[in-house]
């Protein structure tokens, strides 16, 4: 299976924009399409934010958003607000073993 | 709106097997796909394999020898059995959703923590 990297960390204050990159999560358009991203609050189960490599489901922010550069997916949260601290995964559905395969996690901090 | 509910041991010993069930309520098991995915304490999240309605079933290679996902339609359920438990097993365990040909999981069960103790 391939290994999604993403910082283990990042933080912004309150308005301003952060955005988390998620690393080996596209080869390609295709691959791309495969990419997901999940919010997960401590104590909870992560909740869909990001499908199909930019789509939002019905009831995420549009503050929030994702796009691709080369091999890496990104997620963008504009406008900071304090609720938005959590940690972020990206999550892949691999074609070649037919499973996801998620990201290390990146916790977001707003100062 | 459909709702997905976690039930089994907390505590499992050593080389025992564990047996967890994730009851879908409000909703078809048809044209989904029904996930199992654990989360060890402070890491990354781990999909363990997945079933469909029809059975057919896939799932992680590290994890394969000693996984079995099955499907019961009639009472809205599905189940992974996982054997020769060791104290890395201990986790986080969630059932989620991902519609037929999307590559998504769009509704998760709230988890249940289970424990094997050294």
């Known amino acids: 299976q391939s290994a999604l990297i993403q910082p283990a960390s990042v933080s912004g204050s309150p308005g301003q924009s952060i955005t988390i990159s998620c690393t080996g999560a596209s080869r390609d358009v295709e691959t791309f399409n495969h990419v997901s991203w999940y919010r997960q609050s401590p104590g909870q189960a992560p909740k869909l934010t990001i499908y199909?490599?930019?789509k939002r489901p019905l009831g995420v922010s549009d503050r929030f958003s994702a796009s691709r550069s080369g091999n890496a997916a990104s997620l963008t949260i504009s406008g900071l607000q304090a609720e938005d601290e959590a940690t972020y995964y990206c999550?892949?559905?691999?074609?070649?073993?037919?499973?996801?395969?998620f990201g290390g996690g990146t916790k977001l901090t707003v100062l | 709106q459909v709702q997905l509910h976690e039930s089994g041991p907390g505590l499992v010993k050593p080389s025992e097997t564990l047996s967890l069930t994730c009851t879908v309520s409000?909703?078809?098991?048809?044209?989904?796909?029904w996930i199992w995915i654990r989360q060890p304490p402070g890491k990354r999240l781990e999909c363990i394999g997945y079933v469909d309605h029809n059975g057919n079933t896939n799932y992680n290679p590290s994890l394969k020898s000693r996984v079995t996902i099955s499907v019961d339609t009639s009472k809205s359920q599905f189940s992974l059995s996982l054997r020769s438990m060791t104290p890395a097993d201990t986790a986080v365990y969630y059932c989620a959703r991902s519609p037929f040909f999307d590559f998504y999981f769009d509704k998760w069960g709230p988890g249940t923590l289970v424990t094997v103790p050294s």
């Open positions: 409000d909703g078809p098991i048809r044209h989904y796909y």
């Open positions: 999550c892949s559905f691999e074609t070649n073993v037919l499973t996801w395969v």
């Open positions: 199909e490599g930019t």
